[in-house]
């Protein structure tokens, strides 16, 4: 069984910065990748970056240069840093496992609060 549990949401000003921690639990060495995916109020939810086996690495194109994702080699804990955070940026965040083989098998943490005040 995996989980996921994720740490370091909260309130930071425009111009901020947070880091954000998702510590793995579980079969975490059959993960291929992992991801933070965001949901603001009303929107559908989002992918901000995604981590590979390879240590490649996607972002959106509104992060780029902004966030940066990062993980260990275990898979134990992947983190999240996001710069110079915008008010667009305010979302739940959420971080997500993926395992593949026969299908893809897909796993969520429970989320965390980013607020960006203007």
């Known amino acids: 069984q995996v989980r996921l549990v994720e740490s370091g949401g909260g309130l930071v000003q425009a111009g901020g910065s947070l880091r954000l921690s998702c510590a793995a639990s579980?079969?975490?060495?059959?993960?291929?990748?992992m991801a933070w995916y965001r949901q603001a109020p009303g929107n559908q939810r989002e992918l901000v970056a995604r981590i590979s086996s390879d240590s490649s690495t996607k972002y959106a194109d509104s992060v780029k240069g902004r966030f940066t994702i990062s993980r260990d080699s275990a898979w134990h804990t992947v983190d999240l840093q996001m710069n110079s955070l915008k008010p667009e940026d305010t979302a739940v965040y959420s971080c997500?496992?993926?395992?593949?083989?026969?299908?893809?098998?897909?796993?969520w943490g429970q989320g965390t609060q980013v607020t960006v005040s203007s």
């Open positions: 579980g079969t975490t060495w059959l993960f291929n990748a």
């Open positions: 997500y496992a993926e395992i593949s083989g026969r299908r893809v098998y897909d796993y």
